[in-house]
């Protein structure tokens, strides 16, 4: 079955200090995962998606997240954070194989402070 | 990508009463499913709307307190039925179009009283 786990419920950083929300997977096939956005009384959006082409996944904002199967890893990262970036953050696993739409497997979040 | 909208955005609601939450898609989708979100928790997906039959439901999610409509390929419904307390919460309402990602409508925040 396919799992996510967000390892940390709370990440506070600078403004202007890199970002990194740590999240592992576990799939029992070539996994599609997703990073989603949900800023306060807001819908849901889509940072970036990882479908098994390139391990080094490039989304909006600036965020990106790296595919490392090795490590069962879908770590989100950028460079430099923004006082806009306050949010929380879902990291997601497809319930099916790539290429097929289907059931979203969500981790509990995890939520990002930026401090002036 | 797909935009969709939801309608009520929020709702305050009795309990033993029901509400009806609408999801309208801009453009056919193959796929819409309906998800909630409990106070302070993550998303669980409530079931796949298919058009033009039954919805298919998740475990702990039944028919009768959460009935799905979707008659067409760019809308669909969710009824609350005999809401308590414990029904407050965020629903929402995702599309997907074979390439796997799912889009989300803003939510409807849902209190019961």
């Known amino acids: 079955a396919q799992s996510v786990t967000q390892l940390d419920s709370h990440v506070s950083v600078s403004e202007g200090t890199p970002v990194l929300l740590r999240c592992n997977y576990s799939?029992?096939?070539?996994?599609?995962l997703f990073w989603y956005v949900q800023h306060p009384n807001k819908g849901l959006q889509l940072l970036l998606k990882y479908t098994s082409a390139a391990t080094l996944v490039k989304g909006i904002n600036g965020f990106e997240a790296e595919f490392k199967k090795s490590e069962t890893s879908f770590h989100l990262t950028k460079p430099s954070a923004h006082m806009s970036d306050a949010a929380e953050y879902f990291c997601?696993?497809?319930?099916?194989?790539?290429?097929?739409?289907?059931?979203?497997?969500f981790g509990q979040g995890t939520t990002l402070q930026v401090k002036p | 990508s797909a935009v969709i909208s939801q309608k009520p955005s929020r709702d305050i609601c009795q309990r033993g009463t029901s509400l009806t939450i609408q999801c309208q898609v801009d453009?056919?989708?193959?796929?819409m499913f309906w998800y909630r979100q409990q106070p302070g928790q993550s998303l669980t997906l409530i079931a796949t709307?298919?058009?033009?039959?039954?919805?298919?439901?998740e475990s702990g999610f039944v028919i009768d307190k959460f009935p799905i409509s979707r008659p067409n390929l760019t809308f669909s419904t969710l009824t609350v039925s005999n809401m308590s307390p414990e029904d407050s919460s965020i629903y929402l309402c995702?599309?997907?179009?074979?390439?796997?990602?799912?889009?989300f409508g803003p939510g409807t925040r849902l209190t019961v009283t």
């Open positions: 799939s029992s096939y070539s996994p599609s």
């Open positions: 709307a298919n058009q033009g039959s039954e919805a298919t439901y």
């Open positions: 995702s599309c997907g179009q074979g390439t796997h990602e799912q889009y």
């Open positions: 453009s056919q989708v193959t796929m």
């Open positions: 997601v696993v497809s319930a099916l194989p790539s290429g097929n739409t289907g059931k979203l497997i």
